[in-house]
């Protein structure tokens, strides 16, 4: 099995793993033995880079998109998308989709290392690594369009990943974002993971002796998971995320554990509302465009996403009818259908990151710095 599609003419991709970014969050790694080097509590990232097949006219701004996924999910449910985008967009140069630390392929790097705490703010922290420092090539090329696309946590991540880069992204789209915390938030979601636990929403490993793993996995996915109504090819890309490299659909096997496990999530779901909580100020900071899609059938409330737009100093929002927290996969054609717009607004709109050619040349900075002075002095 693999990727649906495994191929495209428009793009080719590859698995990327890096280091995460390095101060996070106290207990967010427990080593069974305690160590005194520095290397040993670093987490490790994976993300799939996709490179355009199209050869780009030098005048063309390129276009790049990141995308950052919800809890319980990877970055395999946004392949189907990105095939989709780079039918629409002959520009679009690269794109990023993210596991979490703690999520799908960065799993495996970090054995031995998750700890007890995942602080939402940690996951913005490694987007802006990767696109700043990892893949500064591509995102910090001067003409270059940026959009950051996130979903869930990712959606708030993306925020996060905004209000620490304010000039790196064009514009961010956040897709039922999780954005809202205070009291009432966390006493719901403690009795929402109490739910889930008990009617076992949320399974990672699963007894398949003397039967089809597959099925078995497949089973739970489409008949009890939060995914059940996942357009099926959308699940399809994002179960593979969980076993490639890992388990071979051919072979048969006692037992088989997902990448992302159960303790993963419930960690997630657990520290999110106080990662929100002393986040909330941080809005106010991100001055570059926010679209937000927000659903009324998801758990935001329609006073969380008031709240949201009104501490965003420049957002555009639309409420959908009818639809629920998992738009993004549940309805993924229309989900493009809404951002896409939006994409291409921003490309439009864009305004070159390069330096006026007025502002170059030998003595520029003993000129301009002589001139802000003058400004700032003249106010007094």
């Known amino acids: 099995m693999a990727l649906i599609p495994e191929t495209s003419p428009h793009y080719t991709y590859s698995l990327k793993t890096v280091l995460a970014c390095p101060a996070r969050y106290p207990h967010t790694v427990e080593l069974d033995t305690p160590s005194n080097h520095a290397e040993d509590y670093q987490l490790r990232i994976s993300y799939r880079k996709y490179r355009t097949t199209r050869q780009l006219d030098p005048s063309t701004k390129p276009l790049n998109l990141a995308f950052c996924h919800g809890n319980g999910m990877n970055k395999g449910l946004w392949h189907y998308h990105i095939d989709k985008l780079y039918q629409q967009f002959p520009q679009l140069n690269v794109v990023i989709a993210i596991d979490q630390v703690n999520h799908g ?21 490694d987007v802006a690594k990767i696109l700043t420092v990892d ?19 990712g959606g708030f991540q993306s925020l996060m990943a905004t209000s620490r880069e304010p000039q790196l992204f064009d514009s961010t789209i956040i897709i039922n974002g999780v954005t809202e915390s205070g009291q009432r938030y966390k006493d719901s979601m403690k009795r929402s993971v109490k739910s ?40 399809h890309n994002m179960v593979y995320d969980e076993y490639s490299g890992i388990y071979d659909q051919n072979q048969s096997y006692d037992r088989v ?19 929100i909580w002393e986040s909330l100020p941080k809005y106010e900071s991100i001055t570059s465009k926010v679209y937000v899609v927000f659903c009324d059938k998801d758990l935001l409330t329609p006073e969380g996403r008031e709240d949201l737009i009104r501490r965003l100093p420049n957002a555009e929002h639309v409420l959908i009818k009818d639809r629920y927290h ?50 700032f002095i003249s106010k007094l």
Not at 257 to 275: H, N
Not at 327 to 351: G, S
């Open 135 to 153: 893949e500064q090539d591509v995102f910090l090329q001067p003409n270059a369009v940026n959009v950051l696309i996130g979903h869930s946590l």
């Open 105 to 125: 392929d960065s799993v495996p790097h970090n054995r031995g290392k998750i700890g007890s705490v995942y602080n939402w703010n940690d996951g913005g922290k």
């Open 326 to 375: 998992l738009y993004n996969a549940e309805q993924p054609d229309e989900c493009l259908a809404t951002i896409t717009p939006w994409i291409e607004e921003t490309y439009a709109n864009a305004k070159p990151k390069s330096i006026d050619p007025n502002n170059c040349g030998p003595g520029v900075s003993e000129r301009l710095y002589q001139k802000y002075l003058s400004e």
């Open 257 to 275: 554990e997902l990448k992302t496990s159960a303790r993963a999530q419930y960690t997630v779901y657990r520290d999110g509302p106080d990662s």
């Open 196 to 235: 889930w636990s008990d009617a076992q929403r949320v399974v990672s490993e699963f007894d398949t002796k003397g039967k089809d793993w597959y099925a078995e996995v497949m089973k739970f996915m489409q008949k009890q998971s939060f995914f059940k109504r996942f357009q099926p090819t959308v699940l």
